[in-house]
């Protein structure tokens, strides 16, 4: 598989970056763009998102993939939440049924995951809550979660008064924690409080070694689909 980095500056303009999607949207040597988020604050990330072109889109974070991933019929469900959903389904975790806690509201993560799991279809038909920043008595919700995914963002946001004995938790966090002691000068931390957690639940996802790996898994399925509907379209 051919594939390009563009390690742009952080002061590139929005102008700069629309550019280089334009070309980017011409070139058929790709298939596939991947914006990595967050943008500088110079650049409106809903402008940049717009100009992908839509069957490029491996992110499924244009409108128009939004739209048919509420629809229920995406061309690309968006990569965590679709390695989320496999690493329930692969490990005997049917979300049908069962109540699923999403915290976190981002539109990368919270979002998409809660409209995939909501649909009526294989692997999906849970009974969703999402909660945010603004959620009163979030441990009184959390703790009625069959699975939980924390998609908050911060470390050890998800503590075992949290969650019921038995839950299964989908860790999505990728914090990173300065640690003079490794030799990137950090570590990565999830959103949960691994080890008080995992006395709680009957499965729970590591970071790193969980739902990273399994994005970027499910990005190269979008990758190869958008270059099949390059070759027969929709
Ligand atoms: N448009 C966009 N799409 C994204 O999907 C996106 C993004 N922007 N911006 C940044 C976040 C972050 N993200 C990660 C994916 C995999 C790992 C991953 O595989 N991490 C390894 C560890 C890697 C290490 O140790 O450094 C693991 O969890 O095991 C981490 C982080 C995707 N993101």
Same mark, same amino acid.
């Given at each position: 598989?051919?594939?390009?980095?563009?390690?742009?500056?952080?002061?590139?303009?929005? *102008?700069?970056?629309?550019?280089?999607?334009?070309?980017?949207?011409?070139?058929?040597?790709?298939?596939?763009?991947?914006? /990595?988020?967050?943008?500088?604050?110079?650049?409106?990330?809903?402008?940049?998102?717009?100009?992908?072109?839509?069957?490029?889109?491996?992110?499924?974070?244009? +409108?128009?993939?939004?739209?048919?991933?509420?629809?229920? =019929?995406?061309?690309?469900?968006?990569?965590?939440?679709?390695?989320?959903?496999?690493?329930?389904?692969?490990?005997?975790?049917? +979300?049908?049924?069962?109540?699923?806690? $999403?915290?976190?509201?981002?539109?990368? @993560?919270?979002?998409?995951?809660?409209?995939?799991?909501?649909?009526?279809?294989?692997?999906?038909?849970?009974?969703?809550? @999402?909660?945010?920043?603004?959620?009163?008595?979030?441990?009184?919700?959390?703790? /009625?979660?069959?699975?939980?995914?924390? *998609?908050?963002? /911060?470390?050890? *946001?998800?503590?075992?008064?949290? @969650?019921?004995?038995? =839950? &299964?938790?989908?860790? $999505?966090?990728?914090?990173? =924690?300065?640690?003079?002691?490794?030799?990137?000068?950090?570590?990565?931390?999830?959103?949960?409080?691994?080890? *008080?957690?995992?006395?709680?639940?009957?499965?729970?996802?590591? &970071?790193?070694?969980? &739902?990273?790996?399994?994005?970027?898994?499910?990005?190269? =399925?979008?990758?190869?689909?958008?270059?099949?509907?390059?070759?027969?379209?929709?």
């Amino acid at each position: 598989m051919f594939s390009e980095i563009f390690h742009l500056d952080e002061t590139t303009t929005e *102008a700069e970056l629309l550019d280089l999607i334009s070309s980017l949207n011409a070139d058929p040597r790709f298939h596939g763009i991947l914006v /990595q988020l967050p943008l500088p604050p110079q650049i409106e990330e809903t402008v940049i998102i717009e100009a992908l072109d839509p069957i490029k889109d491996v992110d499924g974070l244009h +409108p128009f993939n939004v739209g048919k991933l509420l629809q229920g =019929v995406p061309d690309f469900i968006p990569a965590t939440p679709a390695g989320i959903q496999q690493i329930l389904l692969r490990n005997g975790y049917d +979300p049908a049924g069962k109540h699923v806690v $999403v915290c976190g509201r981002s539109n990368i @993560v919270g979002k998409p995951l809660a409209t995939l799991l909501l649909q009526r279809r294989a692997g999906s038909n849970a009974t969703v809550t @999402v909660t945010h920043t603004r959620t009163a008595n979030l441990a009184e919700i959390t703790r /009625q979660a069959d699975i939980l995914v924390a *998609a908050i963002g /911060q470390p050890r *946001a998800i503590t075992a008064d949290m @969650v019921k004995d038995g =839950v &299964v938790v989908i860790d $999505v966090g990728v914090n990173r =924690v300065d640690d003079s002691t490794r030799r990137r000068g950090y570590r990565l931390e999830g959103d949960v409080e691994f080890e *008080a957690v995992s006395a709680k639940a009957e499965a729970i996802t590591p &970071v790193p070694g969980g &739902v990273g790996p399994m994005t970027i898994a499910m990005l190269l =399925v979008n990758t190869l689909t958008a270059a099949r509907l390059s070759i027969h379209g929709r």
